[in-house]
């Protein structure tokens, strides 16, 4: 398996440092790792802190093609299609992030249910194009 896990904890105090320095870089950090290893429960906690977080692309998608009834654009029926909306939806959500922290000016640290690099990832490990 190509994936490895990271998990980020904050104590109190490495807590308030990170919100000390990302009061000027705005700082992003992405949550990754494989299926099932507690990335989505870390980032439900942070958001119960009161940080920002923005959603898992693929996870949005499935949940939007299964209520459709659809099963043309899943990860098991069609990966490149699916991989190439995943893309398209992350950089979407990264255009939000952008206008709203510019809109809101909005300092604190943004974290990712994954990112651009998990997709990457997962077509390599499906040998289909990245996009």
Known sequence: MIFSTTLIYFSMKQRQRTENAAKSTGE????????????????HELARQGYQIV??????????EQTKGSKQ??????????QELVYKRTI???????????????TRPIFFDRGVLDGIAYCIEGAIKVP
């Open 55 to 64: 959603p898992e692309a693929a996870r949005a998608i499935i949940s939007e």
């Open 28 to 43: 992003r950090w992405v949550i990754t790792g494989g299926p099932g290893v507690g990335k989505t429960t870390l980032c």
């Open 92 to 106: 979407h959500y990264e255009h939000q992030i952008n206008y709203t922290r510019h809109a809101k000016e909005n």
């Open 73 to 82: 654009i899943l990860p098991w029926t069609n990966l490149s299609a699916f």
